[in-house]
């Protein structure tokens, strides 16, 4: 985020950034946290991995929902047709 007076400017890379990771795009341009070196950039490795992990588990989660709100649609009308069936 670079200060041009009375306004910030974000970069497209930034707003990039903030999609990947808000945090990292938090500790990087509001706490100046500069990006880890050296050992850090094991942490920095495990993280990523960490996130592709909850990604896959999210995504996960969204398909799962899915298919429960559809079967919960595929039950309803089940019920509908049996009970007009019956009259």
């Known amino acids: 985020m670079k200060d041009t007076g ?48 909850h990604g896959k588990q999210v995504g996960t989660a969204s398909a799962l929902r899915a298919l429960a709100i559809g079967l919960l649609i595929v039950g309803l009308i089940a019920i509908m047709i049996a009970l007009l069936w019956v009259r």
């Open 6 to 53: 009375s306004r910030s400017v974000i970069r497209a890379s930034e707003v990039g950034e903030y999609g990947y990771c808000s945090r990292a795009w938090w500790y990087r341009h509001v706490v100046k946290v500069s990006p880890p070196k050296g050992e850090g950039k094991a942490r920095l490795a495990e993280g990523t991995r960490l996130h592709a992990a």
